[in-house]
Each structure stands twice: as structure tokens, then as C-alpha cells.
């Protein structure tokens, strides 16, 4: 089946069996290999990525169920210039990541987290993010750096 969208503001057109999951239709189709496949069972999140400006684990979507929507991925949060948005900038400056397979996954979270509520408390995040695992950092450092691209003005420990 022939399926529409937009992923990262440009104009998106493939064939594609109907069984594809968004998340391989963003990375086979489109060539964008940000979104990473990690269970395939919704479990750990690797594979959030912003559909309508909604968080979504994309490998619970068909791509046929996302035909006609906008889709933004860890790519697209970068201006024109591949200057890093606040998300992206706050985890590199807090070092929220340690292997790095888990990022794209929270970084999408913790945007779609600060778009519904830009003042979020640390409970926010941590509850925020009960949907997406990382197996190497403990979340301290993935919290602060929800915290710090807040505008929250936060202590930080």
C-alpha cells in the first residue's frame, strides 16, 4: 500500500506492506536511523518518536495508521544548522546518557513531556519517563537534564 506523511517536516511517499511498523518505516523507508528498535514489545521506549507532536512508541504503530500525520524524530529536533535543540543540549550537558542506544527514546519523551508541562517537578520527569528504560545511567543525569531543559529552577544535587 502507498502511504503519506511527513516525517521532520519534509514530505514523505512509499509502498509498504501493511504489517510495517512505523518505527521500521522511519528507519528502512526514510533512512533515518535515529529511532532505534529495542523490544518490539513497548516496553522500552528506544523507539519514541512524536506523532502529531505526541509521544508514541513507534513500534505500536502501524505506518499505515500514521498516513497523513507529521512525524518528528531525534533528527528533527535540530535546527537547519544541526544546532541541537534545548532537550538534546541539556543531555549532553548533564551527560544523560552512558551507551546512548536508549537517548533518542528519552530525549523525544522528555520533549513531548516539557511541550504538555514546561515546569515539570523531578517526580514529573521521573514519572514522565516510567515508560522508557535505560539499563546504564541509574536516570539521575537523564532527570537533570529534563530538569535543566525546563525552565525550572530546580536545585540540582
Do not use: W
Request: charged share 20%; hydrophobic share 35%; proline share 3%.
Amino acid at each position: 500500500m502507498k502511504i503519506d506523511m511527513t516525517v521532520n517536516g519534509a514530505a514523505e511517499s512509499h509502498d509498504v506492506e501493511a504489517r510495517t511498523l512505523l518505527v521500521h518505516y522511519i528507519r528502512d523507508e526514510v533512512g533515518l536511523t535515529g529511532t532505534n528498535v529495542g523490544c518490539d514489545t513497548t516496553s522500552c521506549g528506544a523507539c519514541t518518536v512524536l506523532l502529531n507532536g505526541e509521544s508514541v512508541k513507534s513500534c505500536t504503530v502501524l505506518a499505515a495508521q500514521a498516513a497523513g500525520d507529521s512525524i518528528t524524530t531525534i533528527e528533527g529536533l535540530a535546527d537547519d544548522l544541526g544546532q541541537m535543540d534545548r532537550v538534546q543540549q541539556a543531555f549532553q550537558d548533564c551527560h544523560g546518557l552512558q551507551c546512548g542506544f536508549c537517548t533518542p527514546g528519552m530525549v523525544m519523551a522528555v520533549t513531548s513531556l516539557l511541550r504538555e508541562n514546561p515546569q515539570p517537578t523531578e517526580a514529573d520527569v521521573r514519572l514522565g519517563l516510567e515508560g522508557n528504560l535505560c539499563r546504564c545511567t541509574g536516570y539521575h543525569n537523564i532527570v537533570e537534564a529534563a530538569l535543566a531543559a525546563s525552565s525550572v529552577p530546580e536545585m540540582r544535587t
